[in-house]
């Protein structure tokens, strides 16, 4: 059975950091893109970040951009977001997900994505 599991979020105070896991089970990740997401109270779900299959590429949401980084190791089947200068706005439920395809390109619409984690709690006060 293929899962993704996230782990590491949390309560913490703005301009304070945390940083998810998501491991993958079931079957390897490394020819896809791999990326976040997250959905916020009263918001639909949004793009926060991808990352290539080799992890050369990242391509990251304006509203986390220069606040957070994106990783993968392929080895042990994780990929990692970093994230930091956390807002209260960055409240939010995080969810890891697998790309549908294999691609040396990086995608970002939900729908390239056939994988998901249960999500996350990332809770930031003010």
């Known amino acids: 059975q293929v899962r993704l599991v996230e782990s590491g979020g949390g309560l913490v105070q703005a301009g304070g950091s945390l940083e998810l896991s998501c491991t993958a089970f079931g079957r390897a990740f490394n020819s896809v893109p791999m990326g976040w997401f997250r959905q916020r109270p009263g918001y639909e779900r949004e793009f926060v970040a991808v990352t290539s299959w080799n992890g050369g590429r990242q391509v990251m949401a304006d509203s986390v951009k220069g606040r957070s980084t994106i990783s993968r190791d392929n080895a042990k089947n994780m990929v990692f977001l970093q994230m930091n200068s956390l807002k209260s706005e960055d409240t939010a439920v995080y969810y890891c997900?697998?790309?549908?395809?294999?691609?040396?390109?990086?995608?970002?619409?939900?729908?390239?994505?056939?994988?998901w984690g249960q999500g996350t709690q990332v809770t930031v006060s003010s």
């Open positions: 997900a697998a790309g549908r395809r294999p691609t040396y390109d990086v995608y970002q619409s939900p729908d390239d994505f056939a994988y």
